[in-house]
Structure formats: structure tokens, C-alpha cells
């Protein structure tokens, strides 16, 4: 995890085989072509960073529970060239901003003071303000270095082909990749991993976003042909993870719901929502039971793990002490009995058992990033995130038991805890929606083995599980009962974007 972003001169080695070949080359170099033709000299180099595809572990990781995503191909590319400036001091940097699709991003020009950042406004979605963010973050932990810091005059241009709102985490790929192309642009050529996976995250909170830290931990730590498993608790940790050598192979699918969700323009009655739920759900319970939380990392300073530590810290309800597994088991308990109310509690009530005014209430919970909502749904939330990260945990002991490259039954299992995961999110943390309950149905009864959301949900991908001798069965009961009714004139160019088989990618790289 210490070890520092790879450097690489050949780009065959960061794609899944089935990924790679020409048309990858053909990418680079017409990004570096559009960057001479724009600004009249050759990029000193090229930030790239992933996408991802969760495979369990569903909007827990801003409670800070463990989740298993891999990286995917499809990526963000930067390619930069950096120029002095004549007196730093003095004279703002400016950073020259263009997109290799001008139509729909157009350029833009940024002007930084010496000691200032970039001027990010959270309500504008903008695309510019992610390649903010990330230089923000890696100029304050350049500053935080050197107090004499002084940020270079930058010239960069853009290319990525992450779905934008289809819940493989492009603005996380951004963010990632813009601060790696600034910490690179501005001396620092030793940056560690979990460094710039840390200020990503915190950077993307800039944005409008309560991000979590699944999706900056994949886009960077990832390795080609292997999952990752990403903890938030004590501390930030990733493993890579392999998956069985079993025949027929592992096979994952993602398909497209074409309903675009962007999780920045729709956070406040949805992700950002959940976000606060989840964390008055901790303050709930701890209140309930006479527990006090301290400051941890989730995105509003307390999360339902850090209440599981105050509660196993404090109390033993077993003669010895409970495993992981076992807490987690205790805590999915509690729920039904500490928030019981079905439909959910308003301001006033969730006030009045925290002790405190509800004014003081929306100032700490709900003014970094607004939500809308009269009523919050406490108790739900929380069942669906002790139970997930029990499906984690039976996940990864699955990947992980040397016994499953004989198990025959392997993947119809790891299948019937995708397929939990997606009632789950359907049914109690109400974050999928008709279009994604449908491709995953259309799959099942295709003969996937599980199929659920991934990504933020309300719209973007679906990921399957599917018996390698399914691919073809799963693609055209799509095509057929999904994708030609829904646009019955839909061009072949977009059907292959609608769906890929996708293999485990590579991170960060410069």
C-alpha cells in the first residue's frame, strides 16, 4: 500500500487482455497527436487512472466497512506539460484545461494566486471543477511538504471514456488521475499510493460529494486479473485479492441501464442522503444505548463502525471476545429494537434523542451537503449495512478457501450473495430502480448466477455474474427484452457499449 504509483513507458500491460490491443494505442496516440495540434509541443507525460466495479459491498464504505471492487479498463487520461513560471511569488499559475471532446467539455482556463487553490463552486456542475479538486488536494499536500511551495503553470488535456452517471466512478478516476498528473507536474515523482487514494478522497468531498473512499481506493491501489479488498478501519488498508482458478473461469459482466444518475447532481435526495442517514443511525443507536462515538474517518466524523468499536469497547455480551463477524451479528440484532419505526423519523425526534436543538442538528448534519428530506429512514439503512458487510465477509471467505477451485456449487454461491446484496438495495436502502430491477431479472432467468446495481445506484450499471457458456445466452436476452424495447432504433456501436465482459484492470499509473 506504501509502495509508490507505477511508472510505465508501454500501455499493454494496464488493460485486461480483452481490453488491449490497437485500439488502446490508437487512443494514446491520438491523445498525444490532439495535445501537440492544441498547444504546440509534445506532453512530458500521461496521469491515468480507472474505473471501477464494485462486486459486493454497497454503499458501506462511508460507514467504513470493508468492500471488494476491481478496476475496470475504461479510464481517465491526462497528458500534461508543465511551464516555469517567471515569478511565483507574485503572479498566479495558470492551468489550461481542454478535453479531446470540446463539444461536450468545453476548454477552460484557471488561475491559481501563489498561496491560493483553485475556485471550485460545488453548485455548478461543472466538468473542470473534478480536475480542481484533485489539484487542490495535491497542492495543499504539497504545501504541507514544503510551506515555500509555489504550484507551476500547467497545460493538460483530458480524455476519458468512464461512463459519466453509469456507477463505475468517473469522477473518481478524475479526481484521481488530476491529482496524480499535478503532484507529477509539480516535482513530486515518488507519489505513494495511499497518499494520493487519501487526498482523493477528501478532494471529491469538494465537489458535493459525502464520497466514501471505495471508489479512489480502486481506481488506484487495483491489480490487473485481481479484486481488491479495501478496509476503512482502523486505518486504510488494500489487498489484492485473486479470484479462483476454476473452469469454466470467473466472469463478470456490467451492463448499462442508460438512466444516468449522477450522484453529484442528485445528492442531496439521494447519495448524500444516505450518507446522513447512515451516520444519524450511529448517533441513534450510541445515543440509545449510552455510548460515546469519537471522530473517525466517515465523511461527517462518525460512522456505524465507529459505534460497533464504542459498543465492543464498552460492553462483552459473550464470555469471550466476539469475532468480527460475530459483533457484526450483534449489532443487525440491535436495530430492529433501537429504530424500529418503519416509516422513519422526522427532525424533531431525531433531535430530542441526541440532546440537542434541531437547528444544531441541520447545522452538523445536513449544511456541508444539503439533503432533502422530511423524514429519515434510520433503521433500514442500517440493517441493509450490518447485513452487507456480513455478505462481504462470506464473499471474500469464498474467494479466499483454498477448498473452492473444487467446489463445485463456488460460483452459484457467490452468486446468491450478489443477488442478496441487490433485494437489499431494492428493498431496504431504496437505491435501485425499475430499469436495474429489470436487467437483473432479464439476466437471471438468462442464467446469470447473481446480478445486482453497483455504483451510487437510481440508474447507471448492473454487474453479473455469469457462467462463461451464459455470456452469449445473458448479452441477447438483454439486447432482445431490455435495449430494443426500450430504443427500438438503437445503433450497434451503442449496444457494444451497453454491455462488456469485463476482466479485473490495473491502477494508477504515470
Known amino acids: 500500500m506504501d509502495e509508490p504509483v507505477p511508472v510505465t513507458h508501454w500501455v499493454d500491460p494496464l488493460y485486461p487482455d480483452a481490453a488491449n490491443g490497437p485500439a488502446q494505442q490508437k487512443r494514446w496516440q491520438n491523445l498525444i497527436t490532439h495535445f501537440e495540434e492544441k498547444y504546440g509541443e509534445k506532453p512530458i507525460f500521461v496521469a491515468r487512472s ?21 478496476a475496470i479498463a475504461a479510464d481517465v487520461l491526462i497528458a500534461v506539460a508543465v511551464s516555469t513560471n517567471p515569478d511565483p511569488k507574485h503572479r498566479d499559475a495558470a492551468i489550461h484545461i481542454l478535453n479531446t471532446n470540446p463539444r461536450k467539455h468545453p476548454a477552460a482556463t484557471c488561475t491559481v494566486p501563489p498561496k491560493g487553490l483553485a475556485h471550485i463552486d460545488a453548485t455548478q456542475h461543472e466538468w473542470t471543477n473534478y480536475f480542481k479538486a484533485g489539484f487542490n488536494g495535491a497542492v495543499k499536500l504539497l504545501r504541507k511538504e514544503d510551506p515555500n511551495f509555489f504550484p507551476s503553470k500547467m497545460k493538460i488535456l483530458v480524455d476519458g471514456n468512464v461512463p459519466a452517471g453509469g456507477g463505475l466512478s468517473s469522477s473518481a478516476a478524475f479526481v484521481c488521475a488530476s491529482a496524480l498528473a499535478v503532484l507529477r507536474a509539480n516535482g513530486k515523482e515518488d507519489v505513494k499510493k495511499k497518499e494520493l487514494v487519501e487526498l482523493a478522497i477528501v478532494s471529491e468531498r469538494a465537489v458535493g460529494v459525502n ?39 470467473v466472469t463478470f ?12 447532481v442528485t445528492a442531496p435526495r439521494c447519495y448524500n442522503l444516505r450518507v446522513v442517514e ?14 460515546e462515538l469519537h471522530d473517525d474517518w466517515g465523511p461527517l466524523g462518525r460512522s456505524l463502525r465507529g459505534l ?3 459498543y465492543f469497547s464498552k460492553t462483552k455480551p459473550n464470555p469471550e471476545d466476539p469475532t468480527y463477524e460475530q459483533q457484526l451479528r450483534v449489532m443487525l440484532s440491535m436495530v430492529p429494537t433501537l429504530l424500529g419505526k418503519e416509516e422513519g423519523y422526522d427532525r424533531d425526534e431525531i433531535a430530542g434523542t441526541l440532546s440537542m436543538s434541531v437547528s444544531t442538528l441541520e447545522e452538523k448534519y445536513m449544511t456541508k451537503f444539503p439533503v432533502d428530506a422530511t423524514r429519515f429512514m434510520l433503521g433500514r439503512r442500517a440493517r441493509h449495512v450490518f447485513s452487507e458487510a456480513l455478505r462481504v465477509i ?7 478457501d483454498p477448498a473452492s477451485t473444487s467446489d463445485p456449487d463456488l460460483l452459484p ?6 443477488n442478496e446484496t441487490q433485494d437489499s438495495c431494492r428493498d431496504i436502502y431504496d437505491c435501485s430502480c425499475p430499469e436495474i430491477d429489470q436487467l437483473c431479472k432479464i439476466a437471471r432467468d438468462a442464467g446469470a448466477y447473481g446480478s445486482r446495481l453497483t455504483g451510487a445506484g437510481w440508474g447507471g450499471c448492473t454487474v453479473h455474474l455469469v457462467p462463461k457458456a451464459k455470456v ?5 436476452a438483454w439486447i432482445e427484452k431490455y435495449y430494443r424495447v426500450r430504443e427500438p432504433d438503437i445503433t450497434e456501436e451503442k449496444l457494444e457499449e451497453a454491455v462488456v465482459v469485463s476482466e479485473p484492470g490495473h491502477g494508477s499509473v504515470v
Not at 394 to 400: N, P, S, V
Not at 472 to 476: K, P, S, Y
Request: charged share 15%; proline share 7%; with cysteine.
Open 308 to 310: 460497533q468499536h464504542a
Open 211 to 249: 464520497s466514501g473512499g471505495m471508489d479512489q481506493s480502486a481506481s488506484v491501489f487495483s491489480v490487473k486479473g485481481d479484486a481488491l479488498s479495501v478496509s476503512f478501519s482502523p486505518a486504510l488498508h488494500a489487498e489484492a485479492i485473486p479470484f479462483p482458478k476454476i473452469e469454466p473461469p
Open 394 to 400: 462470506a464473499f471474500k471467505r469464498l474467494l479466499q
Open 253 to 264: 459482466m456490467i451492463a448499462q441501464s442508460f438512466v444516468t444518475s449522477d450522484k453529484h
Open 50 to 70: 480507472p474505473g471501477r466495479v464494485n462486486l459486493i459491498g454497497e454503499h458501506i464504505d462511508y460507514s467504513l466497512y470493508e468492500v471488494l471492487p476491481m
Open 472 to 476: 452469449d445466452n445473458v448479452r441477447n
Open 278 to 291: 447512515c451516520t444519524l443511525a450511529a448517533e441513534m443507536m450510541a445515543s440509545l444505548l449510552g455510548l
Open 413 to 418: 454461491r457467490l452468486g446468491a450473495l450478489m
